[in-house]
């Protein structure tokens, strides 16, 4: 059976299949600036609706870091140097909804990037409606945002 491939691609019904079949392997990307650290409200499924850190899936061939600059700038317009990532942990996390219906079983890497000020965010509003600069950890966050966050020293 030929599938296919758009600009190289998957196809939407294989990216369906693996997601519900799959964990799929996602780099995270904390952004720092002094004492607070940056989330994005989600537009879409899984964890619609809810504070997140920018990111996304790894491309085959794709390093982590390189997912991490290449998320950074689709999602919030923002050029970062390698040199400036720096890891935090990894993590799982289940989600009861996913695009395609079914659940979703995410294995997340974190990093971080800081900055002495708040950089100005240019945000592609087709995955989050909305970014916003936090100090503290709100409890009703997903429990992998509150975790991510306390490893990386916030309360």
Same mark, same amino acid.
């Given at each position: 059976?030929?599938? =296919?491939?758009?600009?190289?691609?998957?196809?939407? &019904?294989?990216?369906?299949?693996?997601?519900?079949?799959?964990?799929?392997?996602?780099?995270?990307? @904390? /952004? +720092?600036?002094?004492?607070?650290?940056?989330?994005?409200?989600?537009? !879409?499924?899984?964890?619609?609706?809810?504070?997140?850190?920018?990111?996304?899936?790894?491309?085959?061939?794709?390093? @982590?870091?390189?997912?991490?600059?290449?998320?950074?700038?689709?999602? @919030?317009?923002? #050029?970062?140097? #390698?040199? !400036?990532?720096?890891?935090?942990? /990894?993590?799982?996390?289940?989600?009861? $909804? %996913? +695009?395609?219906?079914?659940?979703?079983? !995410?294995?997340?890497?974190?990093?971080?990037? +800081?900055?002495?000020? &708040?950089?100005?965010? $240019?945000? #592609? !509003?087709?995955?989050?409606?909305?970014?916003?600069?936090? %100090?503290?950890? #709100?409890?009703?966050?997903?429990?992998?945002? =509150? %975790?991510?966050? +306390? =490893?990386?020293?916030?309360?």
């Amino acid at each position: 059976m030929e599938s =296919k491939k758009i600009n190289g691609f998957l196809s939407q &019904e294989e990216y369906k299949n693996i997601c519900l079949l799959t964990p799929i392997i996602c780099a995270d990307l @904390l /952004i +720092r600036a002094k004492d607070k650290f940056l989330l994005g409200r989600r537009i !879409n499924k899984p964890a619609q609706g809810e504070w997140f850190f920018p990111g996304g899936r790894v491309f085959k061939n794709e390093t @982590l870091k390189e997912a991490i600059i290449r998320k950074a700038k689709d999602e @919030l317009g923002l #050029d970062i140097a #390698d040199k !400036n990532i720096y890891f935090i942990g /990894i993590d799982e996390h289940f989600f009861d $909804d %996913s +695009r395609f219906g079914g659940s979703t079983h !995410n294995i997340s890497v974190l990093y971080g990037v +800081r900055f002495d000020e &708040e950089p100005e965010i $240019d945000f #592609d !509003n087709t995955q989050n409606q909305e970014f916003k600069w936090f %100090s503290n950890i #709100d409890g009703n966050w997903h429990p992998y945002v =509150k %975790s991510a966050l +306390r =490893k990386a020293g916030f309360d």
